[in-house]
Structure formats: structure tokens, C-alpha cells
């Protein structure tokens, strides 16, 4: 493409108009953030299989958003700046937006796919980031044109992304720090992120600490036979978790991202690291999963459904 030309000059102009690629829980709420402070956002996915509305996924994760998740947009006003769409239909859009986000499904071939397409589609110099959790930032921009790999970036959202402040930014050796300025000062000032520069190691900084104390507590209290709720009355308030305690959190996550993220880490840590230490396997949390007990997606989880 021709953002791959060394020597083209960068956009300088501010971020007014935000794209989000993948409407799913990330991607639906990030795009209502960005809403919320009065910018438009697009909103694409993919076109769903025999749909008679192309655009069928991205309406509906705005409509959920806005039906079961009152607080999702401060204002009425705010949903309507979500304009939804099709990577199909609706690529060139991209053309007139200052940042666009990548919140597809956390697989490599398929990110690397659609950016080629972003790249085609984008004005030199926008910056591009991606909402992965798990993708080294050299991996997902390997035999992408060196433009591209100028402008881009890992922004990491947590879930959800209008309650969560911290924002993990991951920039590589070849990002323009202009990129990743404009990027860092806008989800600062206008997202109010508490926005944390963060290198490209597995987990960045909050998974890695997360996933660490999420299975020694489980493991712990697994092996000191304590009951959920004895558990959490002591690591619940005061760690901080005053509401969920660890269990409820994990309820809250989804039991079912514990093995991924953990089998995720173990696979990019040195053998001999420390952390392999609680990155085993916990069998009643796979029972749990394989019966159907993923927390508050599922039938219920550590704690039953109300
Ligand atoms: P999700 O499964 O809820 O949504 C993914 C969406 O991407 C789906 O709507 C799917 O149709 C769409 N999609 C798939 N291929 C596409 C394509 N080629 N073009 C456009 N849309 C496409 O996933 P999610 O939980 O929102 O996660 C999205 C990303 O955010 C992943 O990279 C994940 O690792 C990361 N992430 C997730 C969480 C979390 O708690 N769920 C937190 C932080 C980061």
C-alpha cells in the first residue's frame, strides 16, 4: 500500500473521529467510551452469514449496550455517535478516522488479515492499535509494510472498558512516538485513562500480576480447605475487592479465561521462571468449566446466580 512509502508526512491533526474494528465486549465498549466523550466512533464487524442486515452485528451490540447496560452511555445522545458497520461495505470510512482500534478475536491470522486491509484503507499516519491480551506486538506486525508498523501500537483495555482506568500501551522498536503521544494523550484527557506505557512481554503488566494472584489464592485456598466465602473475607476488602472478593471476580471474568490466559503464560515464560509455580492446572476449576460453572456467563460459578 502507499502508507508502506518511507517519507510520507504523518497526521498531525487531533483524534475526532475513532473506528473500532470487532463489536464484541471489548469492542462494543470501548466504542461507547470514546462516545462518551462526544466523538464519533465507527463501529464494524464482520457480515454475519445470511443476515438480511449487514451491519446486523455492530446495531446489535450497541442495542444490547444500550438496553441491559443503562450507564454504558451517559447520555441518549452519545449512543447515536456509534455509527454502525461492515468491514465489507464500510472500509473506506476508515479513510477520515484518526485512530483505529483493533478488538477482533484474539487470533494472530486473523488480526494480521485485516490489517492489511486497515493499511489499504487508512490515511497515512493514523495510528492503528490493537486491544490484544495475549499477542507479542513484534508478531502481530511481522511482514507488514514499514508504515504500518510506524503507526502502530497494542492499546489494552480491561473489561469493562468504562469502569477499568488503567489502559496498558505496548509501542515496538519501530513505533513513532508521535503515534503513541497522540494515542497516550487522548485516552488520558479525553477517555480518562490512567494510561501506563508497558513493554512486550506476556501479560504486560496487570495480566501478569492478575493471573499470579488469581491462582495462588485459588490454589491456597483450595489446599487450606477454606470455603469461598472465607476465602474472600479475607482477600476480598482488603485487597481492595471489597464487592466480588477474588471468587466473585473470577465469576465475573469467566472461569473459562483462566486456562487461556494461563496456558498462554506458560507457554511464553522461560522454563525456569518463577511464575510456573501457580501456572498449573486447577481440576475443580476445568470441572467447573466443563460443566457449564463459567461464573456469571454461565450457570453460575464460586458463587450462585440471584
Ligand atoms: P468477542 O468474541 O466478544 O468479540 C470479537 C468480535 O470480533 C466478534 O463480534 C466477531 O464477530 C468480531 N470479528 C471477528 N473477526 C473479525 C474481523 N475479521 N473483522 C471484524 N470483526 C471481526 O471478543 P472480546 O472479548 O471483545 O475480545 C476482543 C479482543 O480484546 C481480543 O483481542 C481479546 O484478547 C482482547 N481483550 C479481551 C478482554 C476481555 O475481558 N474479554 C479484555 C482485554 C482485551
Same mark, same amino acid.
Given at each position: 500500500s502507499e502508507n508502506g512509502q518511507a517519507g510520507k508526512p504523518a497526521k498531525t491533526r487531533d483524534i475526532r473521529k475513532v473506528a473500532v474494528i470487532g463489536a464484541g465486549v471489548m469492542g462494543a465498549g470501548i466504542a461507547a467510551q470514546v462516545a462518551n466523550a462526544g466523538i464519533e466512533t465507527l463501529l464494524l464487524d464482520i457480515v454475519p452469514?445470511?443476515? &438480511?442486515?449487514?451491519?446486523a452485528i455492530a446495531k446489535g451490540a450497541i442495542a444490547k449496550l444500550e438496553k441491559a447496560e443503562p450507564a454504558a452511555f451517559m447520555a441518549k445522545r452519545n449512543a447515536r455517535l456509534v455509527v454502525p458497520g461492515n468491514i465489507e461495505d464500510d472500509l473506506e470510512k476508515l479513510a477520515a478516522c484518526d485512530w483505529i482500534i483493533e478488538a477482533v478475536v484474539e487470533r494472530l491470522d486473523v488480526k494480521q488479515a485485516l490489517y492489511a486491509r486497515i493499511d489499504a484503507a487508512r490515511a497515512p499516519g493514523t495510528p492503528v492499535s490493537s486491544n490484544t491480551s495475549t499477542i507479542p506486538l513484534g508478531d502481530l506486525t511481522r511482514g507488514l509494510p514499514d508504515g504500518f508498523r510506524r503507526d502502530f501500537l497494542i492499546t489494552h483495555f480491561f473489561n469493562p472498558p468504562r469502569y477499568m482506568r488503567l489502559l496498558e500501551v505496548v509501542a515496538g522498536p519501530e513505533t513513532d512516538p508521535a503515534s503513541l503521544a497522540r494515542v497516550s494523550a487522548f485516552a488520558d484527557l479525553k477517555l480518562g485513562k490512567t494510561v501506563v506505557p508497558c513493554k &512486550?512481554?506476556?501479560?504486560?503488566i496487570a495480566n501478569r500480576l492478575g493471573t499470579y494472584w488469581l491462582q495462588a489464592a485459588v490454589i491456597e485456598a483450595l489446599d487450606l480447605g477454606l470455603s469461598v466465602e472465607e476465602a474472600d473475607a479475607v482477600m476480598g476488602r482488603p485487597f481492595g475487592?471489597?464487592?466480588?472478593?477474588v471468587f466473585g471476580l473470577l465469576d465475573l471474568v469467566g472461569l473459562d479465561l483462566m486456562p487461556h490466559v494461563q496456558g498462554s503464560l506458560k507457554r511464553a515464560l522461560p522454563a525456569d521462571d518463577p511464575f510456573h509455580a501457580v501456572l498449573r492446572d486447577v481440576p475443580l476449576i476445568e470441572e467447573m468449566i466443563r460443566t457449564g460453572y463459567t461464573g456469571r456467563k454461565g450457570k453460575g460459578g464460586f458463587y450462585r446466580l440471584n
Open positions: 452469514e445470511g443476515a &438480511d442486515d449487514r451491519s &512486550d512481554t506476556p501479560g504486560f475487592f471489597p464487592k466480588t472478593g
